[in-house]
């Protein structure tokens, strides 16, 4: 959303702005007595929805024929990756008129009912969805229900669409030039929009929705298209790009958690100390529903790739902080194998594949993720337990926290630095914890010389005493009563 469709640093604040606005104006207009949501209980999502582990795709760049027969026939190394929600970027043909870049952008609607023939047939993707579902993952899509393409056939119903003071149809923002804003203040528009979802249920078995700028949208009709949509399909989810917790009450099992991965970035560039990490989360913790969901990210289709951000190292580091944390972590396109092929403008409006054989480069990226969703997968505290931040020698730069929950403890420790930490840990009780830290690096031949092995051998850790690498993690476990 915040980088889509944007020309450099002066939309991208431009656009920041305008959505900080809409956030201020929304709340401003509600009750106070209704905007203090932490003494409200938060949805109760489905298991696999808080077990989860969703992965992006971007199907024009996710195969060599970047349709939907590409996506399917990497199912099976999908499902053994770990990830059990499969998002699709949108399917929808995409507008010409006004595109931005060769091929424009797949957040520019055409018509929300047909499939984007460069992704193959509506049959292609039924048997997606349904040989998903044969190995037991969810797929959602990407539904963009703020503004459509200036060539959509809702064009046809000029009272769909926002005008200005002249009569003329408007972009959401002055920046978004390649698409027309929906007004809902139309009945009609909102009953044509809950329809076209309801049509995406029936017709594909879905499993729900990711929603570009949800808050964009008025929250009572998320709402209302909720209700309608469980009366099909009770067990859905529904993913809201935007962060206020007006959107998780009642139509959203989760949202973007933004502010932290905007620390995040801040925090692997060097520009704020690794303590806003756990301001940005006990912030979202005061505002929000109690136990309410977000999806925790580093990297996404909206920015540069994560790894050309904080490099390999870095790159590993933020996941495996994202993969620990509480919430639903999500993967994107290609990151698992250390892709560096570029996201967001101008990259979202042209085909760049993604680099599959770079694994051969970087072996520890599928290793790093296998072996970290399964950890998570293993682990009930690490999915579902309470979080507690721990205080260290040098928080400035290393972040430590505790996971807890069903019978055990989980203690996570991440340096986001280029420098050793060696240290303690300030906990109460370090009795009993065991080095259960995924072993990423490449194993060894059976006749490799002694000193080698010797090298291999992870660095031990008597808690609270406690060292790591740079760009380091550790993760320890023990049973408590």
């Not at 998320?222 to 962060?243: F, G, N, T, Y």
């Not at 951000?309 to 999500?330: I, N, Q, Y």
């Not at 721990?390 to 403890?409: F, K, Q, S, W």
Request: aromatic share 10%; glycine share 6%.
């Amino acid at each position: 959303m915040i980088a889509r469709r944007i020309r450099g640093g002066v939309g991208l604040l431009m656009t920041i702005a305008l959505l900080s606005a809409s956030w201020v104006q929304a709340t401003a207009q509600q009750p106070a007595s209704a905007r203090d949501y932490s003494k409200l209980p938060a949805r109760n999502s489905a298991n696999w929805v808080r077990d989860g582990v969703i992965y992006e795709i971007f199907e024009r760049t996710f195969s060599d024929k970047g349709d939907f027969n590409g996506v399917t026939a990497q199912l099976d190394r999908l499902k053994e990756l770990g990830v059990n929600i499969l998002w699709l970027m949108p399917v929808h043909p995409i507008s010409q008129l006004k595109k931005k870049g060769s091929l424009g952008s797949p957040y520019a609607a055409q018509d929300y009912y047909a499939i984007n023939p460069a992704y193959g047939t509506k049959e292609d993707l039924k048997r997606l969805v349904q040989e998903s579902h044969r190995r037991g993952m969810k797929v959602i899509i990407d539904i963009v229900a703020n503004h459509t393409g200036w060539d959509s056939v809702m064009m046809k119903t000029p009272d769909f669409y926002t005008r200005d003071a002249s009569g003329k149809i408007i972009p959401p923002n002055p920046d978004w030039v390649d698409v027309a804003d929906l007004n809902y203040d139309n009945p009609r528009l909102r009953q044509y929009m809950t329809e076209m979802l309801k049509h995406w249920l029936r017709e594909y078995d879905l499993d729900g929705f990711r929603c570009d700028v949800a808050g964009m949208i008025p929250t009572d009709f998320w709402e209302a298209a909720r209700s309608e949509l469980e009366k099909i399909k009770p067990d859905i989810v529904m993913l809201a790009e935007w962060h206020e917790p007006d959107l998780l009450a009642k139509a959203f099992d989760l949202d973007y958690s933004w502010p932290l991965h905007s620390a995040l970035t801040d925090v692997m560039m060097g520009n704020i100390p690794a303590t806003a990490l756990r301001t940005a989360w006990e912030e979202e913790r005061a505002t929000f529903e109690r136990g309410a969901l977000h999806m925790r990210f580093s990297d996404n289709h909206d920015e540069r790739r994560a790894i050309a951000r904080f490099g390999e190292k870095g790159a590993l580091a933020a996941s495996a902080f994202v993969l620990t944390l509480d919430g639903v972590p999500m993967l994107y396109n290609g990151m698992e194998v250390g892709d560096t092929a570029e996201s967001g403008a101008p990259a979202l409006f042209e085909r760049i594949p993604i680099l599959w054989g770079i694994s051969e480069r970087r072996p520890q990226f599928p290793r790093f993720y296998q072996e970290f969703i399964a950890l998570r997968r293993a682990h009930v505290a690490l999915r579902r337990g309470e979080m507690e931040w721990l205080r260290n020698n040098d928080e400035a730069h290393v972040v430590t926290y505790l996971r807890r929950g069903a019978g055990e403890e989980i203690l996570v420790a991440i340096n986001f630095s280029n420098k050793p930490f060696v240290g303690l840990v300030v906990t109460s009780d370090a009795e009993g914890f065991q080095d259960i830290t995924p072993d990423i690096a490449p194993p060894l031949p059976p006749d490799a010389p002694v000193p080698l092995n010797a090298q291999k051998a992870r660095a031990h850790s008597s808690l609270p005493a406690l060292s790591l690498d740079a760009w380091g993690f550790r993760v320890f476990r023990r049973a408590v009563k």
